[in-house]
């Protein structure tokens, strides 16, 4: 069965701290591997993306992800976070036109 | 239009009514997504449209759910009879074409409060 999963569900840190959120995904098949982020307030907007290629796939607003095939996993990590990056954080397998979500993790930082 | 569009944002109706809720895909995109968030837990794929058919309904929780879609375009999602385990946000997302490989738009949700 297709299943994400997030072992982080909340988050606390301070500013300039680094972010690492797991991921774990099952899926037997080539998958599509996805970050979305849900800031207060506001809807889901994509992170980053993997489809194929270099594993380490670079987002927006300093975000990174590795595509560990071995591991089936999709972490996503910050070098340095800001009060700003406080959000909602989902990673999400997708198939053959099926995306499956994890049930996020709430990310807090501390100013 | 510009992004995915949903309405209403927020509706509140006592339980046994029926409700629909509508959703206007970006312009163009062939993909429509329906998913429910419950409070505290992740999103939950309740039906996928391609086109104006539905190969994948297989999220629908009970036979009170139903969606369509036509012209390609709007989708209206209706919970009868609802009952309080249906409070949630209902998310739609749209993308342009029916695989994965494409990033899905979300729209803002709406809330649903069963009393």
């Known amino acids: 069965a297709q299943s994400v999963s997030q072992h982080n569900h909340h988050v606390i840190l301070s500013e300039a701290a680094s972010l690492e959120l797991g991921c774990n995904y099952s899926?037997?098949?080539?998958?599509?591997l996805f970050w979305y982020v849900q800031y207060p307030g506001q809807h889901l907007q994509l992170l980053l993306k993997?489809?194929?290629?270099?594993?380490l796939v670079k987002g927006i607003k300093g975000f990174e992800a590795e595509f560990i095939k071995s591991k089936f996993s999709f972490n996503l990590r910050k070098p340095s976070v800001q009060w700003s990056d406080t959000a909602e954080y989902f990673c999400?397998?997708?198939?053959?036109?099926?995306?499956?979500f994890g049930t996020g993790t709430r990310l807090k930082v501390l100013a | 239009g510009a992004g995915v569009s949903q309405s209403p944002s927020n509706k509140v109706t006592e339980k046994g009514k029926d409700v629909e809720l509508r959703c206007d895909p970006i312009?163009?995109?062939?993909?429509l997504y329906w998913y429910r968030q419950r409070l505290g837990q992740g999103l939950e794929f309740l039906i996928y449209?391609?086109?104006?058919?539905?190969?994948?309904k297989s999220g629908l929780p009970s036979d009170r759910f139903s969606a369509e879609r036509t012209g390609e375009s709007v989708s209206t999602l209706t919970i009868q009879r609802t009952q309080q385990e249906d409070s949630a946000v209902y998310l739609c997302?749209?993308?342009?074409?029916?695989?994965?490989?494409?990033?899905?738009?979300f729209g803002e949700g709406s809330w649903l409060t069963v009393v």
């Open positions: 899926y037997g098949g080539t998958v599509n």
């Open positions: 997302a749209s993308s342009a074409g029916g695989n994965s490989g494409n990033t899905i738009y």
């Open positions: 999400a397998v997708g198939g053959t036109y099926k995306y499956i």
């Open positions: 449209f391609q086109g104006n058919s539905a190969p994948d």
């Open positions: 993997y489809f194929s290629g270099d594993p």
């Open positions: 312009s163009g995109h062939t993909a």
